[in-house]
């Protein structure tokens, strides 16, 4: 009798995300986005709110590197920061830092990537997985639809591009293969699935405050 092996995590995610990441597509926010009927300056609310997810994750970081299943995770030609002040500069003009503030929603999301940072750095990983290979992969496509719609390229979207990574695709399929080779135990694989749920589910709590803030009502 054959002992049956536990899937790998590549495979757990992609359960976990599966009824979330349907929901994800079902908000106001995202559908008039995806159908290229975002007003800009309702993208610029969007990158603002984005600014303080990408401050938690990029000024706790040092606190991951400690731990050495966690920390190759963190490459630097994801980091996001640098060009997201610029897309803010843009948006805002030199004095940004003190126009720009976060909703309650964001600023739920951000302690708690913090949490995690201090706490719990498997469950780091996992966001750190939905929101920046969700933004090199799959984000790419906000970034055609404000293109293609709106005109929008260059400055006030920057944040989009990452320029040390030439094959976006590979660096994903790389991403997910650490993933999958990482020795984290099962029980720990299973929280971590379930991580990048909850993180979906912090997403669609922003874009429903986006919604309200910039759309008015339905």
């Given at each position: 009798?054959?002992?049956?092996?536990?899937?790998?995590?590549?495979?757990?995610?992609?359960?976990?995300?599966?009824?979330?990441?349907?929901?994800?597509?079902?908000?106001?926010?995202?559908?008039?986005?995806?159908?290229?009927?975002?007003?800009?300056?309702?993208?610029?609310?969007?990158?603002?709110?984005?600014?303080?997810?990408?401050?938690?994750?990029?000024?706790?970081?040092?606190?991951?590197?400690?731990?050495?299943?966690?920390?190759?995770?963190?490459?630097?030609?994801?980091?996001?920061?640098?060009?997201?002040?610029?897309?803010?500069?843009?948006?805002?003009?030199?004095?940004?830092?003190?126009?720009?503030?976060?909703?309650?929603?964001?600023?739920?999301?951000?302690?708690?990537?913090?949490?995690?940072?201090?706490?719990?750095?498997?469950?780091?990983?996992?966001?750190?997985?939905?929101?920046?290979?969700?933004?090199?992969?799959?984000?790419?496509?906000?970034?055609?639809?404000?293109?293609?719609?709106?005109?929008?390229?260059?400055?006030?979207?920057?944040?989009?591009?990452?320029?040390?990574?030439?094959?976006?695709?590979?660096?994903?399929?790389?991403?997910?293969?650490?993933?999958?080779?990482?020795?984290?135990?099962?029980?720990?694989?299973?929280?971590?699935?379930?991580?990048?749920?909850?993180?979906?589910?912090?997403?669609?709590?922003?874009?429903?405050?986006?919604?309200?803030?910039t759309l008015g009502g339905a």
């Amino acid at each position: 009798m054959t002992t049956p092996t536990n899937p790998p995590l590549s495979a757990m995610i992609h359960e976990a995300l599966a009824d979330v990441h349907r929901r994800s597509g079902r908000g106001r926010f995202l559908r008039t986005l995806l159908a290229g009927d975002l007003p800009v300056a309702a993208f610029q609310e969007f990158v603002t709110q984005r600014y303080f997810i990408f401050r938690a994750f990029e000024e706790t970081a040092d606190q991951v590197r400690t731990d050495p299943i966690a920390a190759p995770f963190l490459f630097p030609e994801l980091e996001r920061l640098a060009p997201i002040r610029r897309d803010l500069a843009h948006y805002h003009g030199p004095d940004w830092a003190e126009r720009v503030a976060p909703y309650e929603a964001t600023e739920q999301h951000c302690a708690w990537i913090r949490k995690l940072a201090a706490d719990w750095p498997g469950g780091y990983v996992a966001q750190h997985h939905v929101r920046y290979v969700g933004d090199l992969a799959g984000g790419q496509v906000f970034r055609n639809k404000m293109a293609e719609h709106q005109g929008l390229v260059g400055p006030g979207i920057e944040f989009y591009d990452f320029p040390e990574i030439a094959d976006a695709e590979g660096f994903r399929r790389h991403y997910i293969s650490m993933l999958d080779a990482a020795p984290w135990e099962v029980g720990e694989q299973r929280r971590i699935a379930a991580e990048t749920a909850h993180a979906f589910e912090q997403t669609i709590a922003l874009f429903d405050a986006l919604g309200e803030r910039t759309l008015g009502g339905a």
